[in-house]
């Protein structure tokens, strides 16, 4: 159980497009999920944290209007990285908190994002 | 600021011996504390939680709490070089405050 998946698991885009990261809590419902980020030999960075039906919070320094976060269901939310550029390249990791859980997170596989 | 530190290592530990991973956090509000293992390229794994003072053993694993002291360890008992990995402590606490995540400590079992 607890299973948490991501599409797609990489990706290259052209400096200038969008993309879009779908994450699903597939066997579990998720009151909160959440968006990191992780430069090569880097710890975690959370980028936001998204409640079911409510806007993300950002952490400081990251753009709102750049990624944008969507928590449509208990089991589904989307990171549109917007206008990208070749320093977005990144290795971008959700998880999501289990529903009655003890504040557990499961994360996702992560998605490898390059932009050329 | 709410934080938990790790040391960043490398801890070297031969093949078969006890690997010793400590953490220290300082929200004392803190309820339930975490370790994942990160294997490089890959995303975070859970693999042990504890919310209760003392130790909590599965597998080859040993967690231990101590609330009073603000101390969280995990002990890999015959560790493989499979083990070796980064591993994360996190702390965690109701009422919609984010876990806090320390930045890991990198282990190398050495066959």
């Not at chain 1, 980020?37 to 980028?47: D, E």
């Not at chain 2, 339930?32 to 053993?57: A, H, T, V």
């Not at chain 2, 070089?81 to 190398?108: E, W």
Request: glycine residues 8%; hydrophobic residues 30%; aromatic residues 12%.
């Amino acid at each position: 159980g607890a299973v948490v998946s991501q599409h797609p698991s990489w990706v290259i885009c052209k400096s200038g497009t969008s993309v879009k990261i779908e994450c699903r809590s597939l066997d579990f419902q998720a009151t909160t999920m959440f968006w990191y980020r992780q430069f090569p030999k880097q710890s975690l960075m959370l980028m936001a944290t998204s409640n079911e039906g409510s806007k993300a919070t950002y952490e400081q320094g990251v753009e709102k209007d750049k990624f944008l976060i969507n928590h449509a269901s208990l089991t589904l939310s989307t990171l549109t990285v917007t206008s990208a550029h070749p320093e977005d390249s990144s290795f971008y990791i959700c998880s999501a908190r289990h529903r009655g859980g003890i504040y557990e997170q499961y994360f996702g596989p992560g998605t490898r994002l390059t932009v050329t | 600021q709410k934080e938990v530190e790790q040391n960043s290592g490398p801890l070297s530990v031969p093949e078969g011996a006890i690997a010793s991973l400590n953490c220290t956090y300082s929200d004392r509000g803190s309820q339930s504390f975490f370790w994942y293992r990160q294997y490089s390229g890959k995303s975070p794994e859970l693999i042990m939680f504890i919310y209760s003072n003392g130790d909590k053993e599965d597998g080859r694993f040993t967690a231990q709490l101590n609330k009073a002291s603000q101390y969280v360890s995990l002990l890999i008992r015959d560790s493989q070089p499979s083990d070796s990995a980064t591993y994360l402590c996190a702390s965690g606490r109701a009422g919609g405050f984010k876990t806090i995540f320390g930045a890991g400590t990198r282990l190398f079992v050495k066959a």
